[in-house]
Nanobody
Framework: QVQFVESGGGLVHPGGSLRLSCAAP????????IGWFRQAPGKGREFVAS????????VYADSVKGRFTISRDNAKNTVYLQMNSLEPEDTAVYYC????????????????WGQGTQVTVSS
């Protein structure tokens, strides 16, 4: 079964940047669309961004559009989330998961979530 490993989070000031990584050791992401989700304290998990297998399309939540960029290196079996102009509202635990290849659906496919990586934006 797939096990996602997220990394790259940390504490940054507003306006700062972070790059998150999503890996799946022992499992190939070949053929799968991948999405990033986040969960803030007291809130449910929400969609952030997704990318198709062949990088032919990407989808972003309105709240991050223009600030975040999702990408992937299939040779490294890794998906990235470059986060710029971070805001306190971006504070959350970030997770990755497989998503429906029809990216507009914006739903995860697996119930097996990783540990996530904490992103904290504070002055």
């Amino acid at each position: 079964q797939v096990q996602f490993v997220e990394s790259g989070g940390g504490l940054v000031h507003p306006g700062g940047s972070l790059r998150l990584s999503c890996a799946a050791p022992g499992f190939t992401l070949d053929g799968y669309a991948i999405g990033w989700f986040r969960q803030a304290p007291g809130k449910g998990r929400e969609f952030v961004a997704s990318i198709s297998w062949r990088v032919t399309d990407t989808v972003y939540a309105d709240s991050v559009k223009g600030r975040f960029t999702i990408s992937r290196d299939n040779a490294k079996n890794t998906v990235y989330l470059q986060m710029n102009s971070l805001e306190p509202e971006d504070t959350a635990v970030y997770y990755c998961n497989m998503v429906n290849p029809t990216l507009r659906i914006r739903r995860p496919l697996f119930d097996d979530w990783g540990q996530g990586t904490q992103v904290t934006v504070s002055s």
